[in-house]
């Protein structure tokens, strides 16, 4: 037995080995079982040589950190750092698949298979460079594709730590990072790399036209018996033109390729998210061609993207101010029925990137795009506009605006207006779509927006939310949407267990009454009211109203078909089949909002459909790695019965929550569901706790305690929920985690005082 093989069976920390995965210069890999979370690790044992060079250990401890810190569906995930008799060990996700390089075999790829793993691993580059991390090793042997097609890079930031080894077949030479020091795999690495010279981004930029030049001919770009013929080869040749090996590929793939080899780093792409656009665009271009050179971006009518405006004050508080302006144009040209606008939060979500147009359009599906600037000095402001046709680039109207700030309402008129001439696309009656302002008070105007904009963010940010919404209505006691704002404010502190519902809630059926009653027009009020009539007055039936009201003023306000759909249908209705409809349409309309898709996800979840809803809490991760996203993902892992990666993505949702109660209650019932009593029993004691000396919400205690086998105190929570009338207490008729509750007739005695029965 080797002593790599010694290993198996052993448990170090709390990892148990099962089996050797493989090894070379960089050290052996192990699959492991961590026996806390009952889930399966990679543990990879760096070289024992390490441990000698204490400088080493300090930079690869301090690389490592910051190599956990990445968060991307494209990047193996490190969970943890540790030591074992002298030899360090890092632990990371286990992934289902095999490396590209045992794909590809000297075999080629089909054209769109080629494309769409370099995307995702530029895409993945991206993000580390981001961060000022550089790969420095990227490879088909540091590649892995999972058995969904889903490529994922391993290794980040440790090739600058590895010390010199040499591979049979891969040539590595693997060095620490000194300078003048050569690093990296041998046929992979750029010529700066090879000559020992300080690298930036660019390397890996290098690198990936490597793997890119592989997968597309199945031969390497610089081919060599030696690594002097290797090495002669990177510094001095150009590739067998791609073209030669396979005549079908477009040419646009061989002048991608050829940037990315460029000699000179200043040659190749300024950045791989710039490298990630011409792919991305590619890819385009073909499918336009496959589907007979009919542009994706084609639809039966009329539609545009609206893009957040640049901000050019020099104040960053402006901010606010320039995303309100594009979003208000948005609001005014939803109301034109045969005009088919993008959703703020997706067309919002390319905010400060510098993506081709042409994706955009394809990504939101739309022929049009408006962008803009906003410059704002004292009482003045500038506003630039520009109308642009995604399919030729090609500019159908732009105009500058130099007004006084007392005048912005009217240059948002005046620019929809502007784009529903150009579409010719107007409101029934032949009226044009206008802003309504809601307020001549500019200082309220600009505190509403910061609100609305801080709401969007939720979590830590309501608070703030609210704040401003109560200072706007102070300085305009007729501000409908603001009242609109803060009732909605009130109402997620209250849902989220940020204050007592006793605080909360009644402020907030306060603002939504004095929304509706200034503004019997407005959607937004409508919605804000049927909030709160579902979750603090339990009157169903006006509940129903008040959403179908908001449905007939804007059938595309995102928010209430998300509400009506996920807490009065499914929650308090259990009509899941028409939740389930209202919540979909939310994410159709609004493709790239994490917020509309976790909703989603979090109904499949109710609804038992554990496939979807893992599919679309993914879908939701990939647009934001936060607390909600990783708590419905939860959900739908449940709902699918992988309880293991329920309990990763609970873990991750504790973390990014600051261990709110939602959390904890979610996780203390995935471990009871798992059969780990006492780790149930453990977050039910730290839940107590706190509990003991602040506010943590009770209808969370109460699905606490029910999962840690407390059923007495659970019943006495969900009590305390009743007579406070926490809003959460709604989901007792139908949220999965209060099923073990529901067995208990006090329970159900309980659910029929609130009208649940």
Known sequence: ??????????????????????????????????????????LKFLPEDLAQDKNAMERFRREAKTASALNHPNICTIHDIDEHENRVFIAMECLNGVTLKSLLRDQPMELERVLRISSEL?????AAHEKNIIHRDLKPGNIIILDSGQAKILDFGLAKICSAAEGANDYATLTLTQAGVVMGTLPYMSPEQLQGLRVDHRTDIFSLGAVLYEMSTGHLPFPGNTSMEISAAILRDSPRAV???????????????????????????????ELRDSVERLRLEISSTQRGNVSVNASTGPSIAVLPFTNMSADPENEFFADGIAEEIINALTQIDDLRVAARTSTFSFKGRNVDLRIVGDRLNVKTVLEGSVRRAGNRVRIMAQL????????????????????????????????AERLKVTLKGGLQPSVKAGTNNLEAYQFYLKGRELLYRRGIYIRRAAQCFQQAVELDERYAMAWSGLADARSMLGLYGLEPSQMTMPQAREAAVRAVELDPELAEAHCSLGCVYDLHEWDWAKAETEYRRALELNP??????????????????????????????????????????GILAIVYAHSGNGPEAVRTAEAARQQEESFFTYFASQH??????????????????????????????????????????????????????????????????????????????ALEYARRAYETRDPMVVVGKTWPDFARLREDPRFQVLLGKIGLS
């Open 1 to 42: 037995m080797t002593a790599a093989d010694a290993l198996i069976g052993q448990t170090i920390s709390h990892y148990r080995i099962v089996e050797r995965l493989g090894g070379g210069g960089m050290g052996v890999v192990y699959r492991a079982q961590d026996t806390r979370l009952e889930r399966f690790v990679a």
């Open 122 to 126: 530029a895409d993945a580059l991206a």
């Open 243 to 273: 073209r030669e090996v396979r005549a079908e590929f477009p040419e646009a793939l061989q002048k991608i390729i050829d940037r990315c080899l460029a000699k000179e780093p200043s040659a190749r792409y300024r950045s791989v998210a």
């Open 388 to 419: 642009i046709n995604v399919a030729d680039g090609y500019h159908l109207w732009s105009e500058r605006y130099d007004r006084e700030l007392k005048d912005i309402f009217e240059v948002q008129d005046e620019i929809a207006r502007a784009i």
């Open 556 to 597: 595309r306000y995102l928010q209430n078909l998300d509400w009506y759909g996920l807490v009065h249908l499914v929650w308090t209705q259990g009509r899941m089949e028409i939740g389930t409809l209202f919540a979909r349409q939310a994410s159709e309309y609004d493709p790239l909002s994490a917020y509309a898709l």
């Open 636 to 713: 739908a892992y449940r709902a699918k019965g992988e309880l293991a990666n329920a309990i990763f993505a609970g873990d991750m949702a504790l973390s990014l929550s600051g261990r709110h109660v939602w959390a904890i209650s979610a996780q203390a019932t995935a471990y009871a569901e798992l059969g780990k009593m006492s780790e149930a029993r453990a977050l039910y004691e730290e839940a107590a706790a706190r509990a003991s000396s602040g506010y943590m919400q009770p209808t969370h205690m109460a699905i606490t305690a029910s999962a840690a086998g407390a059923v007495d105190a």
